[in-house]
């Protein structure tokens, strides 16, 4: 059953209002407005890694709110290692399988919201997903640390439109809506994680019919992510620092901790951290698996003792190089990987 937000909407509104019928509230229907299509990304200057890949532009005109850097050219800057900043027209870039099983997974690379490190796990992430038969969708966000006005909003922003835009297009890319999820790694595991708790919290007006769909993901994978902006465990100083301030409220510290924000909709989660990870330390993961537990919500976590922080796919031979046969062994439990 593909998943729609106004479905899902107007069946929460139902619950809590009895009989009074949620339905009778959706607007009338609109004919089909599509998007942009996918093109090639047009190279930078130095030929940085994934300029040859499909692109897909998530906003069809200027993103919502307004600021941001000022480029006349590209749609982002990105350095020969594969670290993104500048970051104007957020897009997609399309990893595409040889023999697509059904799955897609939207990966959002991390950075401190500073940077998008997409040479070391946006990239890699994706082409190993396609080996596996997986459609990847590398997400390049709005940084909020770049001055655009919704601030911390504006990457949410991205990611919901991101899950919204890859469900809509999904049979164009042979794939199945409700096996639709993200993969968010260190400050991208804060992003898909907000994206994954907190779906039906609209953050910019409809655009098209791809927004009447819903940007829950179907799973999620946390890999050594960033959860919580609370005391005493917000020494993810970059993070803390970009989308709450220095000294925050604690109703705002509270708004963007990941765990705070599950709930019973929440969909099935898997994590990963390195017991010596001195950023994201193992309280982060900790804490969000009690929240799932305590929401019943299907999870698996892995606490390595080494890996440190950063480490994409994992070091060869090291304990955390076990993650990526872990998650896929997960999938294919949850029934994920059909043909």
């Known amino acids: 059953m593909t998943l729609h937000r106004r479905a899902l909407l107007?069946?929460?509104?139902?619950?809590?209002?009895?009989?009074?019928?949620?339905?009778a509230q959706q607007p009338a229907p609109r004919l089909p407005v599509r998007p942009q299509t996918g093109e090639t990304v047009q190279p930078l200057p130095q030929a940085a890694p994934g300029a040859e890949l499909e692109v897909i532009d998530l906003w069809p005109e200027l993103p919502p709110g307004g600021g941001g850097p000022f480029r006349s050219e590209y749609r982002f800057d990105e350095t020969l290692t594969g670290v993104v900043t500048g970051?104007?027209?957020?897009?997609?870039?399309?990893?595409?399988?040889?023999?697509?099983?059904?799955?897609?997974?939207?990966?959002?690379?991390?950075?401190?919201?500073?940077?998008?490190?997409?040479?070391?796990?946006?990239l890699p992430v994706g082409h190993w997903l396609a080996r596996a038969g997986?459609?990847?969708?590398?997400?390049?966000?709005?940084?909020?640390?770049?001055?655009?006005?919704?601030?911390?909003?504006?990457?949410?922003?991205?990611?919901?439109?991101?899950?919204?835009?890859?469900?809509?297009?999904?049979?164009?890319?042979?794939?199945?809506p409700d096996r639709i999820g993200v993969l968010g790694f260190s400050a991208g595991g804060h992003l898909m994680g907000v994206t994954a708790t907190d779906a039906e919290q609209d953050l910019y007006d409809d655009l098209d019919d791809a927004d009447g769909l819903s940007a829950r993901p179907s799973f999620a994978g946390l890999i050594y992510p960033i959860v919580t902006m609370r005391a005493p465990f917000d020494r993810t100083m970059t993070s803390r620092r970009v989308l709450v301030g220095d000294d925050p409220p604690d109703a705002r510290?509270?708004?963007y901790s990941v765990e705070v924000q599950v709930n019973a909709r929440t969909p099935p989660v898997f994590m990963v951290q390195a017991s010596d990870d001195r950023i994201a330390v193992t309280d982060h993961p900790l804490l969000m698996y009690a929240a799932?537990?305590?929401?019943?919500?299907?999870?698996?976590?892995?606490l390595f003792e080494r890996g440190g922080h950063g480490f994409g796919l994992g070091v060869p031979g090291s304990p955390a190089a076990a993650w990526p046969?872990?998650?896929?062994?997960?999938?294919?439990?949850?029934?994920?990987l059909k043909s």
């Open 87 to 122: 970051v104007v027209r957020p897009c997609l870039l399309v990893i595409r399988p040889q023999r697509p099983n059904g799955a897609g997974i939207v990966i959002a690379a991390g950075g401190g919201y500073l940077r998008i490190d997409i040479g070391n796990e946006g």
């Open 10 to 23: 107007a069946g929460t509104a139902a619950m809590l209002s009895g009989s009074e019928s949620a339905h």
């Open 325 to 336: 046969a872990l998650f896929m062994a997960w999938m294919r439990g949850h029934g994920l």
């Open 134 to 176: 997986i459609t990847a969708f590398v997400l390049i966000y709005r940084l909020p640390s770049e001055e655009w006005r919704d601030g911390p909003d504006a990457p949410r922003q991205d990611a919901q439109r991101a899950m919204r835009l890859v469900r809509w297009r999904a049979e164009e890319f042979g794939l199945d």
């Open 292 to 302: 799932l537990r305590a929401a019943k919500v299907p999870t698996e976590m892995h």
């Open 253 to 255: 510290r509270r708004a």
